[in-house]
């Protein structure tokens, strides 16, 4: 497949847009541990983007790179076509990126609704003195908030548990939960950290439905990291595969899963 400035076709038929974020020889290192050696590739407007790798491979690393958690030793990345310092996390959401983890970090005793209503909190313009002299508008503008979040509820079809504490439910809908929470925030660009990690099958194809239908629906860019290469397959647009902190193949899936240092990579096979 071949890419351009404008953009491309998807084998479904669907226009992907210009670069809105673009790694460049991305080097990563932890004391004498080299995460990360020398990357680049690019996520596309509206593409569902997967990094994959097996174990160590330095996808964490890659996506916290992205997500302006962590500052690389050598490289950069540009957003929207401008080179992008390390930020706090607060300004990181309000350039339009949210995130998932891997392990799932929501507030426990709050109910569905609140955890939701905290991916708002960069919608949120009031302060509390404003609430305090404009009641009136504050009051608006929490309707305003409720209502999408409502909307995001509805969406994942997570209505009946709205009002049970994320404590009591399984792992499959906590991490539907977790989703809401990123979504709330109306994100340009969605991190997804092994969305799909620890569920089972049917709560994977539940998983992969959804994230299908959030880049349909929002039209919101997407790259998530996975370790399993089965599930990202049928979901992803393009997939960069990295090992040992190395970018080894990068492609559609049907180029990825035709690559030998790929196959190799899965199989283990050893690299002397
Ligand atoms: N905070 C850290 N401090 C030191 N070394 C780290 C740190 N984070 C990652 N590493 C090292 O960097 C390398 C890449 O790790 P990373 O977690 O990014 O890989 P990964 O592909 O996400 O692995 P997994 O699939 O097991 O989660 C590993 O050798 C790891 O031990």
Redesign the pocket.
Known sequence: MTTNDIGYVTADGRQIGGVMMEMKNITLK??G?V?IKDISFDIREGEIRAII??????????LNVISGFYNPQEGDVLFHGKKRPQMRPYKVAQQGIARTF?NIALFEGMSVLDNVMTGRLTHMKSSLISQAIWWGKAQAEEVANREKVEEIIDFLEIQSIRKTPVGRLPYGLKKRVELARALAAEPKLLLLD?PMAGMNVEEKEDMSRFILDVNDEFGTTIAL?E?DMGVVMDLSDRVVV?DY?KKIGDGTPEEVRNNQEVIDAYLGVSHD
């Open positions: 932890f004391g541990v995460a790798g097996p174990n160590g491979a330095g996808k964490s690393s890659m891997q092994e990291i370790h990295m902190g």
